[in-house]
């Protein structure tokens, strides 16, 4: 697996890759005559990813397969996960089918016949889903003499962000990651922060409410930019649990806050002067920078940084630079 690009990305992945939840999460979104020829009790999760590395700050994908009828169902699950849709969704979910269907005639020579893929894409973004939803959308002009000669497919869809927070179904620790996913580009994180610690109280498995917490902390305090160490330190400490795990992690986290804090400060800011020089090299190089690769700037740890920066003294284009 290539390196996780975004905090998006390393959320989807450690939520979503975990068993509990994509039996939950296929349960409510598969249609249910889908739902009655496969066998979920027979659910592979492979954390593979098919998504190029220029592609990575728009996509995270995972690929689910089950068995179906008398052959096996692929399900390929595609984060889109930036504040906008991404018009060119439909070409990358061609890519992994055609890529699917490489590899599968690689492990089974004899075949002459490719088992189906159900593409699934989940959206978070701030903006309506107004993309292509068929193949055939892509393409103009396609006169009717033309249309068999070109790729015909669709995908289903679960837009997050165009729920309401009732509508988000499943159980308690599926619920939490899908509005964890849908309130990171709230207004007001602290507090939506807050609202989703309290649904780990519900979380009836201790150790995962401890494995959950970590990577939810994370996600927000790197992916909203505006949580900081200091606010998730009051949040935990206004969490009323009695659990001895949950209160050991509290105290360890508020207490390695105490210890680390001026040392973090420190590598923080210096970390964000080194992205500001770094964007300031490449507006002046090669124009204003995209949001999005503002964002991977924002993102990247100091060694990335220093890579990027000594890059751009001889690269002739910013792909060159961030590849």
Request: glycine content about 4%.
């Amino acid at each position: 697996m290539n390196e996780i690009a975004t905090p998006h990305d390393a959320f989807f992945r450690e939520s979503f890759g975990r068993r509990e939840i994509a039996l939950d999460f296929l349960r409510h979104q598969l249609p249910a005559e889908i739902l009655a020829d496969i066998d979920l009790g027979t659910l592979e999760i492979s954390k593979d990813t098919y998504v190029s590395t220029e592609l990575r700050s728009s996509y995270s994908d995972l690929v689910y397969r089950v068995r179906y009828r008398d052959g096996t169902l692929t399900i390929y699950l595609l984060f889109e996960h930036k504040s906008s849709p991404e018009h060119w969704t439909l070409l990358q979910l061609l890519r992994y089918i055609v890529a699917e269907g490489d590899q599968y005639r690689k492990q089974h020579p004899d075949a002459r016949q490719l088992p189906p893929v159900y593409p699934l894409v989940i959206y978070h973004g701030e903006r309506h889903w107004r993309v292509p939803r068929s193949f055939h959308e892509l393409v103009s002009p396609l006169p009717s003499s033309l249309a068999p000669f070109v790729p015909q497919f669709t995908y289903a869809l679960h837009d997050i962000s165009a729920r309401t927070d009732s509508e988000i179904k499943g159980e308690v620790l599926t619920r939490l990651v899908q509005l964890a996913m849908r309130w990171i580009f709230s207004t007001a994180p602290v507090e939506r922060l807050g609202d989703l610690l309290t649904l780990i109280e519900q979380v009836q498995d201790r150790a995962t409410a401890l494995e959950i917490l970590e990577s939810l902390l994370r996600y927000y305090v790197q992916g909203t930019g505006r949580v900081e160490e200091c606010d998730v330190r009051a949040l935990l400490q206004q969490i009323p649990t009695g659990d001895p795990i949950m209160q050991t992690y509290i105290d360890r986290y508020i207490e390695q806050g105490r210890q680390q804090g001026v040392t973090q400060g420190v590598e923080q800011g210096r970390r964000q002067g080194e992205a500001a020089m770094l964007l300031r090299l490449i507006d002046r190089k090669f124009g204003p920078p995209s949001q999005s690769v503002r964002d991977r700037v924002a993102n990247a740890d100091p060694e990335t940084l220093l890579r990027w920066s000594d890059r751009i003294l001889t690269a002739d284009s910013l792909d060159a630079v961030l590849h």
